[in-house]
Structure formats: C-alpha cells, structure tokens
C-alpha cells in the first residue's frame, strides 16, 4: 500500500513528502531530477515519468498525487513539451491507473490559469485559458474528472494560486517575480520586476497550498464527485501591496526595480486575482496564510 508522487523532486512534491514521510505513509518518488533528500524507506525512480511508469504505479498503489509537469512559461515557450508532459503525460498516468483497475486516489494540481481575464472567480465560473499551459490544465481538469466518472480513479483536482514565496532560484513559471520580489530583496539581492505595481496576483503560501493538498488526499471516497475541481483559498494582493509587506519585514524594497515585459506581462495579466472559494472553507480547506505570516515564514525558514 503506497502513495506514488510524481514530480516529487520539485518544488510542491519535496514539501507534500516531508509531510506524508512524517506520517509514516510508504511513498515513491518519481522525477526527472530525483529529491535531494529523499526520506529513508522511500523508493525514488529517478527519469521521465514516461519510463518510470510501470515501476511508479502498481497494484500496491492506493494514491497518486500527480504534480510533474511543464510550468506556465515553460509550455508557453516550448509548445510540444508542454503538451507532451502536461497533457500527453497526464494521460499516460490516467491510462496507468485504468489499466491496473484498482481505483487509486488521484490528486491532480490545476492553476488560476485555467480562467482568462475575468474580474472574479467563484466555483462555478467558466474556464476561459489565455496560454498554452492554461489550456492543458483545463484539460488535464476534465480529463481528471472523466476518468473518476468512469470509476477508473478517485480524482480530487485542485485549482492553486500562486504560491509565493518560492525558495531557491527564479524558475520558468511566468509568476516567478512574485517570489522574486520578496525572497532576493529579503536576501539582499535585487529583483526585477516585470509586471505594474497595481497589478492583482491570487497567492497563497507554500505552506497553505502544502496543507490544501494533504487535505485534498485526505477527503473522503468521492468527496468531490461529479465535479471533482475546487479553487484552493489563497489570497488578492497587488504588486504594490507585496512590496510594502516587504518594507514592514525589514526588507530593501530599493532592491525591486520595475522593468516592463510584455510577455510575461500578457501571461499573468490574463489571470484573474479575485476568487471566492465557498465550496472549499465548506469542505474544511483551511484559510490562506495572510501576507505578513506568509512571508515571516520564508525569513523564519532561512
Ligand atoms: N508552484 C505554483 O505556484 C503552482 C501553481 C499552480 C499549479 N502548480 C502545479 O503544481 C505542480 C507542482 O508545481 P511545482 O511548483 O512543484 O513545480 P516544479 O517545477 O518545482 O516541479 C515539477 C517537477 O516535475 C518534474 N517533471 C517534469 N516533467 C517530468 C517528466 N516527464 N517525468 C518526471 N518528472 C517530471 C520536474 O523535474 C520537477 O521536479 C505542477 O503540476 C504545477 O503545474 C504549481
């Protein structure tokens, strides 16, 4: 009986091991780049999902949490490995799971970018994708939700907002700046910010999205059928807004130069930033961390 996590190397998947290793799950870990630091007993199947599949999910395997994938500019950039991983892989998983017929758990992580520039969101607004890797979470979505119907898998998709403060180095994610402009300044460094300071972002801390996906495993058989997508609470702050709580932290917030750019610009601006999320405080998803908690966690984590 074990917990398969794909993507486990990266930047969600250490954080979710740590937390089922420290609750004595049995887990394997797959990723392209194995996790640095792997908790003992874990298996780690280390190459593309592709090829590690049939070792990753087998007939022992009671859950997986789905969180390899191509993010946001990345699958802008390069089209055919966005689509490759992000739909494409998605659905070598869920065929994986049909074929063993065992009816693993399924978590499966959406983003904000599934909705396009709308002024607010609530659990029943459509899904409008302005980018290729909105597109392919959409899909993954129904996808996900498919399967489930069918009975091949439990599905449970979470739609995340931002999560900011990302530790480490910027990565290919269109919303890297939004980290980037508390966690360089907090170490000294600068950042560039490529987006207004009145733009809106939808954010949640590393810890309230770690937490919403543990409880998402944890729910109930079917607790999300026949619509198995939930939007995860996070919270509305502007670029601006960041900065300042920067300042309030001791931060430089000298160190922030705003440099326009368009592209980037275009990807996050068709996001939307202002979401209600009834269905999930309804389902026991804990309220996000508020901005000043958010980022007093990063310092204190330093
Ligand atoms: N972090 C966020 O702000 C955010 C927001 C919304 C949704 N999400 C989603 O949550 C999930 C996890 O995000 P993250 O921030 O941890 O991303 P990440 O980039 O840190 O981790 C993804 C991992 O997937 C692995 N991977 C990619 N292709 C693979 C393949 N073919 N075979 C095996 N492994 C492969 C990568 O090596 C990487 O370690 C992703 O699905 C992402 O789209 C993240």
């Known amino acids: 009986m074990s917990i398969t996590i794909t993507g486990a190397g990266g930047f969600l998947g250490q954080r979710v091991t740590k937390l089922l290793a420290g609750r004595g799950e049995e887990l394997v870990l797959a990723d392209l780049v194995p996790p640095p630091n792997p908790p003992e007993g874990a298996t ?3 190459g593309n999902l592709a090829e590690t599949l049939p070792k990753a999910i087998t007939k022992d395997t009671t859950a997986v949490i789905h969180l390899a994938a191509v993010v946001s500019a990345g699958a802008e950039a390069d089209f055919g490995h966005g689509y490759d991983v992000n739909l494409t892989g998605l659905r070598s998983v869920l065929e994986r799971c049909r074929n063993l017929a065992t009816r693993p758990k399924f978590l499966f992580t959406s983003s904000l970018a599934v909705f396009g520039a709308v002024d607010r969101v609530d659990d ?5 994708p ?4 909105g597109t392919q979470k959409a899909l ?3 996808l996900v939700n498919d399967y489930s119907r069918k009975g091949f898998i ?3 998709t979470l ?8 530790p480490g180095k910027p990565n290919a994610a269109a919303s890297s700046f939004a980290s980037g402009i508390l966690r360089e300044p907090l170490a000294g460094e600068e950042s560039i910010c490529p987006v207004s ?3 809106a972002l939808w954010i949640a801390s590393p810890a309230s999205v770690t937490q919403a996906l543990i409880h998402a495993l944890d729910l109930g058989e079917d607790a999300l059928a026949p619509w198995r997508v939930l939007n995860v609470p996070g919270i509305t ?5 960041m900065v300042e709580a920067l300042g309030k932290a001791g931060g430089d917030t000298s160190l922030v130069k705003f440099q326009h750019d368009p592209a980037i610009d275009a990807i996050v601006g068709s996001w939307p930033a202002l979401f209600e999320t009834p269905r999930a405080l309804a389902l026991g998803f804990p309220p996000a961390d508020d901005l000043d908690t958010l980022i007093q966690s990063h310092i204190n984590g330093l």
Not at 124 to 128: D, E, P
Not at 159 to 166: G, S
Not at 237 to 241: A, D, F, Q, S
């Open 159 to 166: 739609r995340l907002p931002t999560v900011v403060i990302r």
């Open 237 to 241: 702050v502007t670029v601006r807004e």
């Open 44 to 46: 780690v199947l280390k």
């Open 197 to 199: 300071p009145d733009l």
């Open 154 to 156: 439990d599905g449970r």
């Open 130 to 133: 302005q980018s290729s890797y």
């Open 140 to 142: 993954g979505e129904l």
């Open 124 to 128: 029943t607004t459509a899904t409008m």
